[in-house]
T-cell receptor, first 115, second 113 residues
Framework: DSGVTQTPKHLITATGQRVTLRCSPR?????VYWYQQSLDQGLQFLIQ???????AKGNILERFSAQQFPDLHSELNLSSLELGDSALYFC??????????????FGPGTRLTVL | GQQLNQSPQSMFIQEGEDVSMNCTSS?????WLWYKQDPGEGPVLLIA?????ELTSNGRLTAQFGITRKDSFLNISASIPSDVGIYFC?????????????FGTGTRLQVFP
């Protein structure tokens, strides 16, 4: 158990819909990262937050957005869903989020299926 | 999106055999990491490498940070059934204001008794 929790574990929805994925980081970690894992693209960095502020963006679609709340939990919002958005979405957290290496601890993931 | 080139893509070996996999990049990284992902789980860190040329072991696992800072390899000795999973390399540039990870394409390992 990494200490990072993600809900829900599974999500099945239809094209065009909107969903929200939730992540609670490890106690004491200030930085949260979102990664997408699909069969043909591997693990791709989406976005990072540090203490409520956006820190870095990867290949995140405009239909996707995220935020980190004052209690440090984070939500990833996916809208106008397409079949290609079906993937595993992982959240990770670390203590700092910049500079020299700080280990990122990954949650168990949310499996999104878009029908 | 950016990904590291990892090979082989998959391996099917017998219990007790040694395994070797590597990862290359067109970019320089300041930290190289190796993760393992079990089915239905998130990646778990196996080894972290911080300096070019560094060789680090963790039990039966040994990994090296390439001199050019553009590659790394992971060796698993005397494989056992619980080694089954997907192994990912990851690079971390560090510095700046983010330490996001760039992942390799993964090596799927299957171990037969």
């Amino acid at each position: 158990d990494s200490g990072v929790t993600q809900t829900p574990k599974h999500l099945i929805t239809a094209t065009g819909q909107r969903v929200t994925l939730r992540c609670s980081p490890r106690s004491g970690d200030l930085s949260v990262y979102w990664y997408q894992q699909s069969l043909d693209q591997g693990l791709q960095f989406l976005i990072q937050y540090y203490n409520g502020e956006e820190r870095a963006k990867g290949n995140i679609l405009e239909r996707f957005s995220a935020q980190q709340f004052p209690d440090l939990h984070s939500e990833l919002n996916l809208s106008s869903l397409e079949l290609g958005d079906s993937a595993l979405y992982f959240c990770a957290s670390s203590v700092v989020g910049q500079g020299l290496y700080n280990e990122q601890f990954f949650g168990p993931g949310t499996r999104l299926t878009v029908l | 999106g950016q990904q590291l080139n990892q090979s082989p893509q998959s391996m099917f070996i017998q219990e007790g055999e040694d395994v070797s996999m590597n990862c290359t990049s067109s970019s320089i990284f300041n930290t190289w990491l190796w993760y393992k992902q079990d089915p239905g789980e998130g990646p778990v860190l196996l080894i972290a490498l911080y300096k070019a040329g560094e060789l680090t072991s963790n039990g039966r696992l040994t990994a090296q940070f390439g001199i050019t800072r553009k590659d790394s390899f992971l060796n698993i000795s005397a494989s056992i059934p619980s080694d089954v999973g997907i192994y990912f390399c990851a690079g971390q540039l560090g510095g700046g204001n983010t330490d996001k990870l760039i992942f390799g394409t993964g090596t799927r390992l299957q171990v037969f008794p």
